[in-house]
């Protein structure tokens, strides 16, 4: 489901507020895609990039956000 205002979501070492994530990617939320029966996003969608969310699960749950520009400029 695409939702379009921020949840809050949380791995076992952080709260992902709103203030903080803009904070973190330096962009703006815009929206965010909250699969079915998970706690944390997919995607989430910026000003200028789409940002895939990566879980890590060794020794605790935690994520990574890996960046892909939303309008790539080709020469």
Not at 6 to 12: A, H, L, N, Y
Request: glycine share 2%; hydrophobic share 40%.
């Amino acid at each position: 489901m695409i939702l379009c205002k921020w949840q809050d979501f949380t791995t076992d070492t952080e709260t992902y507020t709103l203030e903080l994530f803009e904070q973190i990617l330096g962009d703006e939320f815009k929206a965010m895609m909250l699969e079915d029966g998970q706690d944390i996003p997919s995607f989430i969608w910026t000003t200028n990039h789409v940002v895939m969310i990566k879980q890590n699960a060794r020794m605790y749950k935690d994520i990574s956000f890996v960046k892909i520009p939303r309008n790539p400029v080709c020469a």
